[in-house]
């Protein structure tokens, strides 16, 4: 795989030789249970894969690359370039403005570019009608594009679905900027419809079999589907592909949920006709770091910490993950661990941050889960490790841990 050049501040010297090793022992990644790392009164249990993905490098080598090429020039980024503050506020530092906020609030007017500004494409992609006022300004929205390679397959992807006259069910959140993206790119040539979840595909399910009627389905999808959306033409033929960072499975089980909605509807000998088998369209960072998830949720721990952006939404599905074994505790830096007793962090149920005391557990060893998002770099996991590392005596030599771990991964 392509090797990236993103600033040494990103990187962590520790992880990295982690990582160097964990591959060289298991190239073919097939292996998703965790590093042990045992420093004495707390242990660590790190997982397989976690950390920038390589949309998000990629993402991040043109960003600085267009800041050091173009000296003097404004440079404006269309939004977050991926959903980390550090990386978005390391960018800011350099004189980058940004045009929007994550929900597509315009901060700066159109009416204020000219031709020859700089303006970034995020790694979520953008719309077609962005790309048209870009090019209207006289600014190519293409030579500065961080557009992750993944995303444009599953717009790819939605482009044949829609020449074959399928319809395209996006499995996204409606909000993101790449489902949103997604959703511009695939309305050019089919017709489509955003659900969330397996609740809406059930949904979903019964107005295609005609178990709700189509007064329910724009109701309940109001403004998530495209122009002109007809119930009983367009739910005909479909075909799902997702927002990348989604969970793999949850999209794997809302395809198959659907395939067989249209099996029951049309029958085995018509399904070809019907159902388009889209599986190709999975983001396989996403996919990895969720797999790894669970080889963590393998091992006993007293509690998980995951790091990243709060408006991730790939770190948001680990921690939701989590969660749903042991206490989990969503933060975005080391400086969310205030002390042993008290810890800032997101909560998943109110989308807010909060403080929760007496989060440690008073025992020995003190096990802990430790994980990231795809957005998130590696530097701010090893700093939340050696912020945890403080909390206490006689902990054993980092070099030491690494050379045990190196050893075992020979």
Same mark, same amino acid.
């Given at each position: ?14 992880? &990295? ?17 965790? &590093? ?20 998000? /490098?990629?993402?991040?080598?043109? !960003?600085?690359?267009?800041? /050091? /090429?173009?000296?003097?020039? $404004? ?50 992609? #953008? ?29 790819? $992807? ?27 790119? !695939? ?18 399910? !019964? ?25 009983? $033409? ?10 990348? &960072? ?34 190709? &369209? ?56 205030? #002390? ?42 090893? /700093? ?10 006689? #902990? ?15």
């Amino acid at each position: 795989m392509k090797k990236f050049n993103i600033p040494g501040f990103y990187r962590s010297s520790f992880i &990295t030789k982690i990582k160097e090793a964990r591959n060289l022992k298991d190239p073919r990644k097939v292996d998703f249970s965790p &590093t042990l790392l045992d420093f004495g009164p707390i242990r660590f249990y790190l997982a397989r894969h976690f950390g920038f993905c390589y949309g998000v /490098e990629n993402a991040i080598e043109i !960003s600085y690359k267009t800041v /050091e /090429e173009n000296p003097g020039k $404004r440079i404006f980024l269309l939004s977050e370039i991926i959903h980390n503050p550090g990386v978005n506020n390391e960018l800011m530092n350099r004189g980058v403005k940004f045009l929007m906020d994550a929900a597509g609030r315009q901060l700066i007017s159109w009416d204020e570019l000219n031709k020859d500004d700089i303006v970034i494409i995020p790694a979520f992609g #953008t719309t077609i009608e962005i790309q048209n006022r870009l090019n209207e300004i006289g600014i190519n929205p293409y030579k500065y594009s961080t557009t992750c390679p993944f995303v444009e397959k599953v717009w790819n $992807r939605s482009h044949q679905l829609g020449e074959n006259k399928y319809t395209v069910i996006v499995h996204g959140k409606h909000y993101h900027e790449e489902t949103r993206a997604t959703f511009s790119h !695939s309305i050019r040539n089919a017709h489509v419809v955003i659900i969330k979840n397996i609740e809406e595909a059930q949904f979903l399910s !019964s107005i295609i079999l005609s178990q709700k009627d189509k007064e329910e389905f724009y109701s309940f999808f109001k403004g998530k589907y495209s122009d002109g959306f007809d119930v009983k $033409r367009d739910l005909d033929r479909i075909g799902v592909v997702n927002q990348t &960072t989604m969970l793999a499975s949850e999209t794997q089980a809302i395809a198959e949920y659907l395939k067989n909605t249209m099996l029951k509807k049309f029958g085995e000998a018509e399904l070809i006709e019907h159902f388009a088998d889209t599986k190709d &369209t999975l983001c396989y960072a996403t996919n990895e770091n969720q797999e790894a998830t669970y080889g963590l949720l393998k091992k006993d721990a007293d509690f998980a910490i995951v790091v990243g952006g709060y408006n991730s939404s790939n770190t948001l599905h680990i921690a939701e993950l989590c969660e749903r074994k042991l206490k989990t505790y969503f933060i975005s830096s080391a400086q969310k661990i205030i #002390t042993k007793k008290e810890i800032n962090h997101f909560n998943l149920n109110e989308k807010v941050e909060i403080l929760t005391k007496n989060y440690f557990p008073a025992k020995n060893p003190v096990n802990v889960i430790l994980t990231s998002g795809a957005s998130c770099p590696d530097a701010i996991v090893d /700093e939340v490790l050696q912020r945890l590392l403080t909390f206490f005596d006689n #902990t054993k030599n980092i070099d030491k841990i690494l050379e045990k771990v190196l050893g075992d991964n020979l």
